[in-house]
């Protein structure tokens, strides 16, 4: 205390009472606050060392900024090198199956055809469809294998005649008998008329 000569004694008091609160006596071997307390004060890193004294300067906080923004690089996009799968029949096939990108209806299947191969280069394929040719992209398109000697895979079936031949070769006749007509009452009285339709019988010879 007698150090400090200047008025202001009362603001260095707490700094002095830690100090000798923390020293080690040499005839104990340990401080008074670790026989009172049982354990070591933490004592400020100012007690060592200086502290380090922190510009509050905005205009320099600024530059550094400035500085590392410009340091930063954007980073390229990373690329995948994975190749995509694409069939090897798929270079010699005479026919595709191609993939249904719209949303198909329930039990529906993903794929339609087969469909003939007219060209094909490495991104398209270019296929007979309904009579026309076709453009269609290559991941959309799966090969399809054919049965040696089938000439035409889809073909349509000729409309069928009204009137059917049986085996013997006669056209099939059909007789109507009229059911009887006659009125059912129920128990109440009610009459019950039967319909038409109801009321004839087709039999098919």
Same mark, same amino acid.
């Given at each position: 205390?007698?150090?400090?000569?200047?008025?202001?004694?009362?603001?260095?008091?707490?700094?002095?009472?830690?100090?000798?609160?923390?020293?080690? @006596?040499?005839?104990?071997?340990?401080?008074?606050?670790?026989?009172?307390?049982?354990?070591?004060?933490?004592?400020?890193?100012? *007690?060592?060392?200086?502290?380090?004294?922190? %510009?509050?300067?905005?205009? !320099? *906080?600024?530059?550094?900024?400035?500085?590392?923004?410009?340091?930063?690089?954007?980073?390229?996009?990373? *690329?995948?090198?994975?190749?995509?799968?694409?069939?090897?029949?798929?270079? !010699?096939?005479?026919?595709?199956?191609?993939?249904?990108?719209?949303?198909?209806?329930?039990?529906?299947?993903? *794929?339609?055809?087969?469909?003939?191969?007219?060209?094909?280069?490495?991104?398209?394929?270019?296929?007979?469809?309904?009579?026309?040719? !076709?453009?269609?992209?290559? !991941?959309?398109?799966?090969?399809?294998?054919?049965?040696?000697?089938?000439?035409?895979?889809?073909?349509?079936?000729?409309?069928?005649?009204?009137?059917?031949?049986?085996?013997?070769? @006669?056209?099939?006749?059909?007789?109507?008998?009229?059911? %009887?007509?006659?009125?059912?009452?129920?128990?109440?009285?009610?009459?019950?008329?039967?319909?038409?339709?109801?009321?004839?019988?087709?039999?098919?010879?």
């Amino acid at each position: 205390m007698a150090v400090h000569s200047d008025n202001k004694w009362n603001e260095k008091l707490p700094l002095i009472l830690l100090g000798i609160r923390s020293t080690i @006596k040499q005839d104990l071997g340990y401080c008074s606050a670790e026989s009172v307390y049982g354990t070591h004060l933490k004592l400020p890193g100012e *007690y060592f060392r200086p502290a380090v004294e922190v %510009s509050n300067d905005m205009s !320099d *906080y600024i530059q550094r900024l400035k500085r590392h923004i410009k340091e930063i690089r954007s980073q390229a996009p990373r *690329y995948s090198l994975r190749p995509s799968y694409v069939p090897r029949n798929l270079n !010699d096939c005479s026919h595709v199956f191609v993939r249904i990108d719209h949303v198909r209806k329930p039990l529906q299947h993903p *794929y339609e055809g087969p469909f003939k191969v007219l060209h094909r280069n490495d991104k398209t394929v270019t296929i007979e469809r309904a009579g026309k040719s !076709d453009t269609v992209s290559i !991941d959309r398109v799966r090969p399809a294998f054919i049965e040696i000697g089938t000439c035409q895979l889809t073909e349509k079936l000729p409309p069928k005649s009204e009137q059917q031949l049986n085996d013997s070769g @006669k056209p099939a006749t059909a007789s109507t008998t009229p059911k %009887s007509s006659t009125n059912r009452t129920t128990r109440s009285g009610r009459k019950v008329h039967w319909p038409r339709r109801y009321a004839e019988t087709i039999f098919i010879s």
